[in-house]
C-alpha cells in the first residue's frame, strides 16, 4: 500500500506539471492572443470566448487540479517536518492549506466567469467585456494577484528542513528562495520579476521534492 510519503512524491510531480502545463500555454496560444500584455482587452475576451473548451481546460488543470494534490503535498510534508519542528511545521501546513484553498476559489470563480461572460458576450459585447474585467479583479484578489501565501507556506516548510534537517539542504535553500519571490509580489515593482522566480522556480522545487519524497518513502520520527 502507498505510504502518505510517496504520494506526496506523486503530487508533488503533478503539482510541477500542472506549472508547466500552464506556463507552456500562457507562452504560446494565449501570448499570441495578447494575454498579460497590453494589447486589446476585446481581442482577448474574443479568444477565450471563442475557445472555450480550451479555457475551462486549462482552468481546470492549473486550479482544480493543482489545488487537489497540494493538499496531498501539504499534509505529507507536515507529517515528516512534524517530529522534528512541530510548531513550524503547523504554521506551514496551515498556509500550505489555505493556499490550496485559494488556489480552488479561483479556480471554480475562473470558469464560472467565463460561462457567465461567454453567455453574455453574445447579447453584448460592451457589457461582457466590463463584466470579464470586474471578475478577473476578484479572481486576482483571490489568488492570482500576488503569491504572498504560498510563498509563506514554502519559507516556513523549507525553513522547518532545515532546522530540522528533515529535507534536504539544496531543496530547502531553494524553497527559501522561492518564498522569499513569493513574498515580494506584495511590492508592486516586483509582482512581476517575483512572479517568475516563484513560478519557475516551482517547478523545479516541485520535481526536486517529488523525487525526494519517493526515494525517502518514510516520514521522520
Not at 80 to 103: E, M, N, Y
Request: glycine share 12%.
Amino acid at each position: 500500500m502507498m505510504n502518505l510519503q510517496k504520494a506526496g512524491g506523486i503530487a508533488s510531480l503533478i503539482e510541477a506539471a500542472t506549472y508547466i502545463i500552464g506556463f507552456a500555454l500562457l507562452t504560446t496560444l494565449l501570448a499570441d492572443a495578447g494575454f498579460g500584455e497590453d494589447g486589446s482587452d476585446a481581442n482577448l475576451l474574443a479568444f477565450i470566448v471563442s475557445n472555450q473548451s480550451l479555457m475551462y481546460l486549462w482552468n481546470f488543470i492549473i486550479y482544480i487540479v493543482n489545488a487537489v494534490f497540494l493538499v496531498v503535498l501539504v499534509i505529507a510534508l507536515h507529517d515528516r517536518l512534524k517530529a522534528a519542528t512541530p510548531g513550524l511545521s503547523q504554521i506551514a501546513a496551515a498556509f500550505g492549506l489555505i493556499w490550496a484553498g485559494l488556489v480552488l476559489a479561483s479556480g471554480m470563480l475562473a470558469n464560472i466567469s467565463l460561462a457567465e461572460v461567454s453567455a453574455l458576450y453574445a447579447l453584448d459585447h460592451d457589457e461582457a467585456l466590463v463584466m470579464w474585467a470586474t471578475l478577473s479583479n476578484v479572481q486576482e484578489g483571490i489568488g492570482g494577484g500576488n503569491e504572498i501565501t504560498g510563498g509563506l507556506w514554502v519559507l516556513l516548510l523549507c525553513w522547518a528542513g532545515l532546522r530540522g534537517s528533515s529535507l534536504s539542504k539544496g531543496l530547502s535553500w531553494l524553497g527559501v528562495i522561492i518564498g522569499l519571490a513569493g513574498i515580494a509580489t506584495v511590492v508592486p515593482s516586483m509582482s512581476e520579476p517575483g512572479g517568475i522566480v516563484f513560478g519557475l522556480g516551482f517547478i523545479l522545487w516541485f520535481i526536486w521534492a517529488g523525487v525526494y519524497l519517493l526515494r525517502h518513502g518514510e516520514a521522520s520520527s
